[in-house]
């Protein structure tokens, strides 16, 4: 019943900044940990950044670090990934996934983790 819709993405020069959105609705992301993924033409869907149910804890790759940040309102029932500094590699589509077993207190960024998916939006990074 949960289904998740993104929103945020666009075109953006290098450098520039983007906030995604992840809407919530059909149930309370408080009981999930989420994760955001993404996917690049040609390339596999990676895990990009996710945060525990609790909120007090997050898992980023390398390639992100510092300059992508996860968070959530759970008041208003949604998921946020604030890029920063964005790169052309940034460029792919960027999925909100939620997971509705375990990951209280830690998440990982394994696709296998999460059972929801929303359809992705598009970020593109070029000049």
């Known amino acids: 019943q949960l289904q998740l819709v993104e929103s945020g993405g666009g075109l953006v020069q290098p450098g520039g900044s983007l906030r995604l959105s992840c809407a919530a609705s059909?149930?309370?992301?408080?009981?999930?940990?989420i994760g955001w993924f993404r996917q690049a033409p040609g390339k596999e869907r990676e895990g990009v950044s996710c945060?525990?149910?609790?909120?007090?804890?997050?898992n980023s790759a390398d390639s992100v670090k510092g300059r992508f940040t996860i968070s959530r309102d759970n008041t208003k029932n949604t998921v946020y990934l604030q890029m920063n500094s964005l790169k052309p590699e940034d460029t792919a589509v960027y999925y909100c996934?939620?997971?509705?077993?375990?990951?209280?207190?830690?998440?990982?960024?394994?696709?296998?983790?999460?059972?929801?998916w929303g359809q992705g939006t598009q970020v593109t990074v070029s000049s």
């Open positions: 059909g149930s309370t992301l408080e009981d999930y940990a």
């Open positions: 996934s939620a997971a509705s077993r375990g990951m209280f207190r830690l998440c990982i960024r394994a696709q296998s983790t999460y059972d929801y």
């Open positions: 945060i525990a149910v609790s909120g007090g804890s997050t």
